[in-house]
């Protein structure tokens, strides 16, 4: 009875073919160069950054212009994680916040490192720290992680709306 | 789950694309009822469950499809049996027992009340019809899943010794 079957393998898998769009790409080129590149709305002139699917989540229009935003941000929001799970690469506790960049208008979320969690706060400035330039890809992995500027933090009616 | 993707190319109008894979290498215990029927046909061996009703279930149902009731009673079936319905796949996919055009079919192995879904190596969908005989082809190598029999083959046209 010992070799019984007992268990089976049933992987399961999809394979893409994805493709990003012109409109997300302009902001995958951007980040090949270091920048943050995101677009803004046309109707309500919101700067998407990330630019999302290319398309206004309130207007449901077609992103218009590329827009550069700063490399500084404000941290709005942030949770501390506690939970060990499998392939976590990172020591806990960490911090994962939503950073509101310089000129944008919708938070994009990163990892906050060089402060201890306790010490993370709303309104927080923080600053990207880069991967060596020949590991670049199109995408937000080239910046490893944001750490705090030393800044006085920013104003909480700065970032309001965005909670 | 795993996912992501480094090698991009950029089209015509500046966009990226990259193959994207998501998978999930599920694997998972068969329970008393399926760990029977799967040891079987590794061993050429095809048995089903005995309902309340005196139907036999193959594959084997682990409770009764009538009173709920856990079904512990088993009975042999036939390595031959009959098509009663199919479907002609062709173009196989990564996973499929066949790599070349095949048909899907339900069978009705003879001793059972009820179908088995599974591959027939017939050559073209001119010669299928729905009510011919078949027989399994066990495969090479015996793993302990379904897959141990390889395929169903046209029994007036079978080459391999079946039990």
Not at chain 1, 134 to 162: C, H, I, K
Not at chain 2, 43 to 50: F, L
Request: hydrophobic share 40%.
């Amino acid at each position: 009875m010992s070799d019984d079957v007992l268990r089976i393998r049933t992987p399961i898998g999809i394979k893409y073919q994805y493709s990003a769009g012109p409109r997300v790409s302009s902001h995958l080129h951007g980040l090949m160069d270091g920048r943050f590149v995101g677009k803004r709305c046309p109707t309500c002139h919101l700067v998407y950054m990330p630019p999302r699917n290319g398309t206004c989540a309130k207007c449901g229009c077609l992103l218009g212009e590329d827009v550069e935003v700063g490399q500084r941000g404000t941290i709005t929001t942030f949770c501390i994680v506690n939970v060990p799970f499998l392939g976590q690469t990172i020591k806990i506790p960490y911090v994962a916040a939503t950073i509101l960049l310089d000129g944008a208008d919708m938070g994009m979320s990163h990892l906050i490192q060089e402060v201890e969690a306790a010490d993370v706060r709303m309104g927080m400035r923080v600053e990207p720290v880069w991967r060596p330039r020949d590991e670049w890809q199109p995408s937000m992995e080239n910046v490893l992680y944001f750490r705090p500027t030393g800044e006085p933090d920013a104003a909480f009616e700065s970032y309001a709306g965005q909670l | 789950m795993s996912g992501g993707t480094t090698e991009y190319t950029i089209v015509e109008d500046g966009s990226f694309t990259a193959p994207l894979e998501l998978s999930y290498p599920y694997k998972r215990t068969v329970g008393p009822v399926l760990s029977r029927f799967l040891t079987g046909l590794r061993d050429h061996r095809i048995e089903g469950t005995v309902g309340s009703d005196g139907r036999v279930h193959v594959p084997p149902a682990e409770f009764d499809p009538v009173t709920g009731a856990a079904l512990t009673e088993w009975a042999p079936v036939a390595s031959t049996g009959t098509i009663v319905t199919w479907s002609w796949q062709p173009s196989p996919v990564e996973g499929n027992t066949l790599q070349h055009p095949f048909a899907w079919a339900l069978i009705a192995l003879d001793g059972a009340d009820t179908n088995l879904l599974h591959a027939i190596d017939a050559g073209s969908p001119e010669v299928l019809s729905t009510g011919m005989r078949v027989q399994a082809r066990w495969a090479a190598e015996p793993s302990g899943s379904i897959s141990d029999i390889e395929c169903f083959e046209l029994a007036e046209r079978a080459t391999g010794a079946a039990s």
